[in-house]
């Protein structure tokens, strides 16, 4: 008989932001590298909002 052994683990948190057009460029280059800290960082999207709305290429990624 074989014996077999499943871990599961809890999937890491993903992240979404939606950045103003007012986000100054430092603060931008400071959130991408604090993004690649958590683990699947580089995977979290960075959304920009301009006139608190988001460009419909943007929506669909979101909806997924």
């Known amino acids: 008989m ?4 499943i871990k599961s683990r809890a ?3 993903r992240y979404l932001y939606f950045i103003d057009e007012r986000y100054s460029y430092s603060d931008l280059l400071k ?3 604090n993004n690649q800290n958590f ?3 580089r ?3 960075i ?3 301009k ?3 988001i460009a419909d290429g ?3 990624l979101i909806k997924s």
């Open 43 to 45: 995977y979290n999207p």
């Open 11 to 13: 999937r890491h948190l």
């Open 2 to 5: 074989k014996k077999f052994q």
């Open 51 to 53: 006139n608190n709305s």
């Open 47 to 49: 959304v920009p909002v």
């Open 39 to 41: 683990w699947g960082g």
């Open 58 to 60: 943007y929506v669909n």
């Open 31 to 33: 959130l991408m590298n």
